[in-house]
């Protein structure tokens, strides 16, 4: 099985797709973790290495790259990054997208980084702008379209047990044999 968890900073996907790899015995490949390793290697914070990302592709494209090699190569893994539903396109089973409004992601982000309220709003917009700029020009991903999810959650209508609780009941209940059909990744230029 191949899942994949993706989202903004602040919805979740980092401890949901954690407990979820955890109950169904899948391995957990977070981009996420692989970013801030290569932002920490060059003494940079996740913001300052996303803009040097807008001036250094190579950046983005070798992190991306890895991901998609796990989603075509391998089985039994959880998938979580900003794009993994896009990267693993038709080689998941299930593809889920968690967001949460910005105001309540930024104070999640404030509780986990102990930073300022106002400083977590700008980082995370520019975050955000940076991000969603990159994936347009690289691979033509627009990633405010949700379409080729197969689950959406606004994470702050429920407690991360209540997410974790429909989950898995969404993964349990998924059979290969009765799908009637993916959403499919149409347009994206996997340019590495």
Known sequence: MLLTVSGPPGSGKSTTAAALAEAFDLEHVSGGDIFRELAAERDMTPVEFNELAEEDDQIDRDLDRRLRAVAVERDDVL???????????????????????????????????????DQVIEETRRRES????????????????????????NTARWSPEGVLGMLTTAVDSYDPDTDEGKAPVEGVDYDF
Do not use: F
Request: one cysteine or more; charged letters at 35%.
């Open 130 to 153: 940076s991000e969603a700029k990159r994936y347009r020009e690289y691979y033509n991903v627009h990633i405010d379209d949700l379409s080729i999810y197969d689950l959406v959650y």
């Open 79 to 117: 998938l979580e990054s900003r794009l993994a539903g896009w990267l693993a396109a038709e080689h998941a089973d299930l593809r889920i997208w968690l967001d949460a409004p910005l105001e309540v992601r930024c104070e999640r982000i404030v509780d986990r980084e102990e930073k300022p309220l």
